[in-house]
């Protein structure tokens, strides 16, 4: 239960200041789309999902290279009949970034939905293997985990990429497949094994257990977990866009 966990005061404190600080910037970015919508319509929720976990970072990413993309910029460019400039001014590795929390968003809300059902419903774990295939919890939880991220990543990828492809619906829903499926599960890749050290290791050194899904040490170390998912779907996403599969955004 999450009363018995008790966390170093300096853990506690460093838990909120920086859920506190994602969600600042959160709704800073939620208040840009809003008044400068994305030309990509989905990513008017990829950079305020984003900027829960990735802070400074992601609101520095959107003012360098978010506001290139806007509706605004695209119309101007097309009056003049040039190229929009998030395509003329963006380099290749923030293209990339780009694309990557792209995925990341998906994961994030996934990965939310999925632990707060799980905690709130215990029986849902049960459904995905806790006490038959898995004796830790988590592990179940990681299954719904992936099935919802995996579910959200497909209608993000789709809206992206149907529009700039021109695509019918079922050659659209094999595209965003391709070009969401690897890009996904190398993020997952990054997120469970960070979760897996802190839970498994730094927490029970510090606590003597793992943190529970109710208390801000759980979704601190979720931000963390989501920055090293960040990085290890960064090459996937390189060779992914790289190749045609995914688009440049």
Same mark, same amino acid.
């Given at each position: 239960?999450?009363?018995?966990?008790?966390?170093?005061?300096?853990?506690?404190?460093?838990?909120?200041?920086?859920?506190?600080?994602? #969600? $600042?910037?959160?709704?800073?970015?939620?208040?840009?789309?809003?008044?400068?919508?994305?030309?990509?319509?989905?990513? /008017?929720?990829?950079?305020?999902?984003?900027?829960?976990?990735?802070?400074?970072?992601?609101?520095?990413?959107?003012?360098?290279? #978010?506001? %290139?993309?806007? =509706?605004?910029?695209?119309?101007?460019?097309?009056?003049?009949?040039?190229?929009?400039? /998030?395509?003329?001014?963006?380099?290749?590795?923030?293209?990339?970034?780009?694309?990557? %929390?792209?995925?990341?968003? #998906?994961?994030?809300? #996934?990965?939310?939905? $999925?632990?707060?059902?799980?905690?709130?419903? @215990?029986?849902?774990?049960?459904?995905?293997?806790?006490?038959?295939?898995?004796?830790?919890?988590?592990?179940?939880?990681?299954?719904?985990?992936?099935?919802?991220?995996?579910?959200?990543? +497909?209608?993000?990828?789709?809206?992206? +990429?149907?529009?700039?492809?021109?695509?019918?619906?079922?050659?659209?829903?094999? $595209?965003?497949?391709?070009?969401?499926?690897?890009?996904?599960?190398?993020?997952?890749?990054?997120?469970?094994? %960070? =979760?897996?050290?802190?839970?498994?290791?730094?927490? @029970? $050194? %510090?606590?003597?257990?793992?943190? @529970?899904? /109710?208390?801000?040490?759980?979704?601190?170390?979720?931000?963390?977990?989501?920055?090293?998912?960040?990085?290890?779907?960064?090459?996937? /996403?390189?060779?992914? +866009?790289?190749?045609? +599969?995914?688009?440049? =955004?």
């Amino acid at each position: 239960m999450s009363a018995a966990f008790a966390a170093p005061g300096w853990l506690h404190a460093l838990s909120v200041a920086s859920l506190l600080l994602g #969600g $600042a910037c959160s709704l800073l970015l939620s208040v840009q789309v809003i008044r400068h919508p994305q030309h990509m319509t989905v990513m /008017n929720v990829v950079w305020p999902v984003c900027a829960l976990f990735g802070t400074l970072a992601v609101v520095w990413a959107y003012f360098r290279y #978010g506001r %290139l993309a806007t =509706m605004e910029a695209h119309h101007h460019a097309m009056e003049r009949d040039e190229k929009p400039p /998030n395509m003329t001014r963006t380099p290749f590795p923030a293209m990339v970034g780009k694309g990557a %929390l792209h995925c990341g968003s #998906g994961c994030m809300l #996934g990965d939310v939905a $999925a632990e707060w059902l799980a905690f709130l419903m @215990p029986a849902v774990a049960v459904w995905f293997g806790w006490h038959s295939l898995f004796e830790e919890k988590m592990y179940a939880v990681w299954v719904l985990d992936f099935v919802f991220a995996y579910a959200l990543g +497909i209608v993000f990828q789709y809206y992206a +990429i149907v529009p700039m492809r021109c695509l019918s619906p079922g050659k659209g829903l094999v $595209a965003a497949v391709k070009a969401e499926t690897l890009s996904l599960i190398s993020w997952q890749v990054g997120m469970y094994g %960070l =979760m897996a050290l802190v839970q498994f290791r730094i927490y @029970p $050194a %510090l606590t003597g257990q793992s943190a @529970p899904v /109710n208390t801000v040490e759980f979704w601190f170390a979720m931000q963390i977990a989501m920055v090293a998912g960040f990085l290890t779907s960064y090459p996937v /996403n390189w060779w992914l +866009i790289g190749s045609g +599969i995914k688009e440049r =955004m």
